[in-house]
């Protein structure tokens, strides 16, 4: 599955009241009316139709959509790498309306970053139901995201600060509780964060070792 590149689960996109702003990628014009149809008796705001992969990536740039309703057989085009590409782009919860189930398919759907798979004919409840649990693990896989990429960060700052503190113990011959301090005070002279002074304790150690 692919990482979670896209804004925050308080995405400013979204309609009132929960509802979505929806793309609709479906090459059977009289389905996609249908789905049209039941969303906005949902409440929800179609904000286009899409017949084919080019279409829909237009469409996708330009109306920017919060979720994705996918049809897996678009012709010569294919759903699930349409949904790949356009989640490279931004990601938002992508569900899969398809006649076609089998184990093979869902799998893909899965490792691609899909949020859940309706099999046609839908009905509207289903498509209500589906709907929320597609945004809600969205959602929770975006919350989890945003840590891990806090959790990494941290991790790297405090590399950094060891190594800068390593530095200025060497050089000014500091204790490790003194060249903590040295680095915070010049981290708030220069109004930039410790990491970021750290960083540049250690490119000038390195351009002194050269």
Do not use: W
Request: glycine share 6%; net charge neutral.
């Amino acid at each position: 599955m692919p990482p979670l590149t896209s804004s925050p689960p308080s995405d400013p996109a979204r309609t009132r009241n929960g509802t979505r702003r929806v793309l609709i990628v479906e090459d059977n014009s009289f389905i996609a009316l249908g789905l049209r149809g039941d969303l906005e008796q949902l409440g929800h705001e179609v904000v286009g139709m899409a017949a084919g992969a080019e279409e829909a990536r237009q469409l996708f740039r330009e109306r920017a959509p919060n979720l994705l309703l996918m049809d897996v057989r678009l012709g010569a085009d294919d759903g699930i790498e349409l949904t790949r590409q356009l989640y490279a782009e931004r990601a938002c919860p992508v569900v899969i309306v398809s006649a076609f189930s089998d184990a093979e398919l869902v799998a893909r759907a899965t490792e691609v970053g899909v949020f859940g798979y309706l099999v046609k004919p839908v009905a509207p409840d289903s498509l209500r139901v589906q709907i929320a649990v597609a945004v809600r693990r969205f959602d929770e896989a975006q919350r989890l995201e945003q840590e891990n990429r806090g959790l990494l960060t941290r991790l790297e700052s405090r590399k950094l600060i060891e190594k800068a503190k390593g530095v200025l113990m060497k050089r000014l011959n500091l204790d490790e509780e003194t060249a903590h301090r040295r680095l915070q005070l010049e981290s708030q002279k220069r109004r930039i964060n410790i990491a970021e002074c750290a960083k540049r304790v250690i490119e000038s150690e390195k351009m002194l070792g050269q």
